[in-house]
């Protein structure tokens, strides 16, 4: 065979070995890729997706479960929802509750990290022709199952009423069968907006209800604790815990009362 036909098939067999090792170098370079990507894991929020506090809730979180080693699923669900999936073992965790959340789970695999996410003002609502202070005993309405409301009664009230709904306290203020209301900022001004040139409802302020994150056993004591550190550490470099209320604008509460009715 002519020397040159051996010098072109060895310089054929360098370049096919170069290429499948190119090859090589570029599949695991991929597969290193992969496996660089970080494990999903899924947490219960009960705050509406169109919400600008749902919003929030995906930032605030973002951070501290990737630096944990996790990418974050939040999943917008009811609150009867988060409960039932969270017995199941479908979710990982919860975010933004108010801390006797605890005790309504009732679930020993559920712990509360203790950095403030967020909180709202709770508030007594009543009419203004009805002056409080010369009532002795009050009727006064709280909103079933939120006992940051049942805790901020006053000792003054004589007959305490359980409601389905903030919204269903208007219509009780309205025709005087209750004598105020007690509830979070922002469940009363969603459902106030649409008494707010009908009635003259003034409030004052009783408390606050802080919001906290809960996780499940999915996570061991200690990343529960780096967790709550990487959280501490995001919320104050976003200057600190976020005003539920503050958070809706006017235009928000308005479509979501009209989505609503």
């Not at 370049?15 to 190119?22: M, N, V």
């Not at 006797?100 to 509360?112: A, C, H, I, R, V």
Request: hydrophobic share 40%; net charge negative; proline share 4%.
């Amino acid at each position: 065979m002519p020397i040159y036909l051996n010098q072109l098939m060895s310089l054929n067999r360098i370049i096919i070995g170069a290429a499948l090792w190119l090859l090589c170098c570029s599949s695991a370079l991929s597969a290193a890729g992969n496996s660089r990507e970080l494990p999903v894991v899924t947490m219960g929020c009960a705050i509406p997706s169109q919400s600008p506090v749902f919003d929030l809730m995906k930032v605030i979180y973002k951070e501290p479960f990737e630096r944990l080693g996790y990418q974050l699923n939040l999943l917008s669900l009811p609150n009867r929802r988060v409960q039932a999936m969270l017995h199941q073992g479908e979710l990982v965790g919860v975010c933004a509750r108010p801390d006797y959340f605890l005790d309504q789970m009732g679930l020993p695999s559920l712990s509360l990290i203790p950095t403030v996410v967020g909180y709202d003002t709770v508030r007594e609502y009543s009419l203004r022709s009805t002056n409080l202070s010369s009532i002795d005993k009050k009727r006064v309405g709280y909103v079933r199952g939120h006992l940051g409301a049942q805790k901020a009664l006053d000792d003054t009230a004589d007959t305490v009423i359980l409601l389905g709904s903030a919204q269903s306290s208007n219509l009780m203020l309205l025709s005087n069968r209750i004598d105020a209301f007690v509830g979070l900022e922002i469940e009363m001004a969603l459902g106030l907006k649409k008494y707010d040139g009908d009635a003259d409802i003034v409030s004052r302020k009783l408390g606050e209800v802080s919001f906290y994150s809960y996780l499940t056993d999915f996570f061991t004591d200690q990343q529960k604790a780096e967790f709550n550190s990487y959280l501490g550490e995001h919320i104050a470099a976003q200057g600190g815990p976020l005003s539920i209320a503050d958070v809706f604008p006017a235009e928000f509460i308005e479509r979501l009362r009209q989505e609503r009715e």
